[in-house]
């Protein structure tokens, strides 16, 4: 088994690609090792000391580090998911569903077509970039011409985020939907 290594904008995260698919559809981001139960994969990657986030999407592992270094993570980390899948295992936990959506989401409805828009546009045009970086970005909400987005993976934290958020998603948002006056993150 191969496993590819991609740097991301975040220097605390990097990708990882097992060269097969992860969980297909959606994303499942875990903040600390109490989440781990939700997925053999990502108890296995939580037990490498310094690792202090994992998001699994379709057919990537992206893993956040703490204060360690990459020279010394990585072959953990690489061994770690090797193993896993080499161990036939599931991804997910039994029961467990990952998410492809964040919930609940607020906006009037008589800003349905104007969030339509916004959505299609996150799904097409931003969301396949954010997840070449090993991150996802969600809809959250529309009002009073913000929208609201949330950050997942190596775009949770990134220092680079705020720019991309500012000058890349709220500049394409407002270029074809001229409602758009700010996008913020939640």
């Known amino acids: 088994m191969f496993i590819q290594t991609e740097t991301t904008p975040n220097p605390a995260t990097l990708k990882f690609l097992p060269g097969r698919s992860v969980l297909g559809e959606g994303v499942l981001d875990l903040r600390s090792a ?12 939580f037990d490498v000391r310094g690792v202090s986030a994992v998001m699994l999407g379709s057919d990537f592992v992206t893993v956040t580090k703490a204060d360690s270094e990459w020279p010394q993570l990585k072959p953990a980390i690489l061994g770690a998911i090797m193993e896993h899948f ?6 997910l936990s039994e029961g467990v569903k ?10 009037d ?5 104007i969030v339509a828009t916004i959505k299609e546009l996150l799904e097409t045009r931003v969301r396949p970039a954010v997840a070449n ?3 996802d970005i ?3 909400g529309f009002e009073d011409g913000v929208v609201f987005l949330n950050m997942k993976g190596s775009c949770s934290g990134c220092p680079s985020s705020t720019a991309t958020l500012k000058n890349g ?3 394409l948002l407002k270029h074809f939907v001229p409602e758009v006056a700010e996008v913020r993150a939640v």
Request: no cysteine.
């Open 133 to 135: 970086d090993g991150g």
């Open 109 to 113: 409805a008589k800003d349905g077509e």
């Open 86 to 91: 080499m161990s036939g295992a599931p991804v």
């Open 34 to 45: 109490e989440d781990a139960d939700l997925s053999p994969l990502a108890q296995r990657l």
């Open 169 to 171: 998603i709220e500049n």
């Open 138 to 140: 969600t809809f959250r």
């Open 98 to 107: 990952p998410e492809v959506g964040d919930g609940e989401e607020f906006f």
